[in-house]
């Protein structure tokens, strides 16, 4: 049988629907790239935080870990752990801990993340301290009580004196510490330098170090800068939050807090 051949002017004819076809699949997977590497609802390219839709949260948080005894389960005023929630504990080294004393008891699922984190920034070279991990619930009725009386002291009525300590000490049943699942973290020299807890903690070699790694470890910062007016406590930089390295990742990198992840935002 005799060799085809294409004629010249069929060859180019060819080419040039061939390049058609290719620059309009180019212009239409830009315009796909363009649409899905779009900034996420939660966070803008300043760094300022807007608005997230349910919709977005909802489809990010898995409904079956938002129950009681989730990794993402809300504990707050408006949901409070129920009475008898005991949660399934296993402990952290003691030498990880600000002090000895301190009860060294954190949720069986983080404690082993936990751990890690703690190891591997003293390998870094940043000393991180846990100054409180699980709290029972007769432990947190005197760390609220006691934040009431220094409001009290300074002549703020009952009602005034406990609104305020809400919004820095969760009241005995609302505290993520009872949950086993939250953990306040800083340097080991902080208490030499501060008598309490302040924002200027993000100040440190030790907040930076948790800002850039923590969500490797499965844990957030639970009560960011600028979400007061949704997680309804005061910015903390040493409180941090176990949800797993597969929501804290997406958290992160969104800019949610729990409650715009949940959809309860």
Known sequence: MAKRTLRPGCCGFLAAIAVCVVGGLVFAYAIFNKH????????????????VSSAVSKALAPASEMKTGGLLMLINAQSPLPSDYTPALSTVDKSYYLSSDKDNH????????LSQMIHDARADGVQL???????SMAYQ??????????????????????SKAATLVAPPGTSEHESG?????VSSDWYKKNTDLTAAFDQTEAFAWMEKHAADYGFILRYPKGKTNITGIEYEPWHWRYVGKENALKMTGAGLCLEEYDGKA
């Open 36 to 51: 899905n590497a779009a900034v996420p609802s939660g966070t803008d390219t300043g760094g300022t935080s807007r608005p």
């Open 141 to 162: 009725t005197d760390n609220f009580d006691r934040k009431v009386s220094q409001y009290r002291a300074q002549g703020y009525g009952p009602s005034t004196a406990s």
């Open 106 to 113: 954190f949720d069986a699922r983080a404690a082993p993340y």
């Open 181 to 185: 699942l939250a953990t306040d973290i």
């Open 129 to 135: 301290v846990i100054v409180s991990g699980y709290r």
